[in-house]
């Protein structure tokens, strides 16, 4: 069975630090880039960052440059999401999404061309 588990939202001061999980079973990790997508009430879903899982490369939104670290445990079939210097604006359910590498030429940040999607964690962040 395919899952994406992610794991580790909750709520934290303006300025502090989350680390987000996204457990993955079901496909060859190896195949696939990762995604973290987020939808904070009333606005669209977007992409924050994302892993290429085969060669490694990672890619960010501007608005988290700097501040998000995205990773991956090969070992545990799992991809991380730190993230620091949180702001209020950072405020969402965060997503995990998954797409098939081997053919992918679309955008990592668009959410329609992920293939598979987690659950969604909260993120909440209190000025």
């Known amino acids: 069975e395919v899952q994406l588990v992610e794991s580790g939202g909750g709520l934290v001061q303006a300025g502090g630090s989350l680390r987000l999980s996204c457990a993955i079973s079901g496909f060859t990790f190896d195949d696939y880039a990762i995604g973290w997508f987020r939808q904070a009430p009333g606005k669209a879903r977007e992409g924050v960052s994302c892993i290429n899982i085969g060669d490694g490369n990672t890619y960010y939104a501007d608005s988290v440059k700097g501040r998000f670290t995205i990773s991956s445990d090969n070992a545990k079939n799992t991809v991380y999401l730190q993230m620091n210097s949180l702001k209020p604006e950072d405020t969402a359910v965060y997503y995990c999404?998954?797409?098939?590498?081997?053919?992918?030429?679309?955008?990592?940040?668009?959410?329609?061309?992920?293939?598979?999607w987690g659950k969604g964690t909260l993120v909440t962040v209190s000025s």
């Open positions: 999404a998954a797409v098939d590498d081997r053919y992918y030429t679309g955008s990592y940040f668009s959410w329609q061309g992920m293939e598979l």
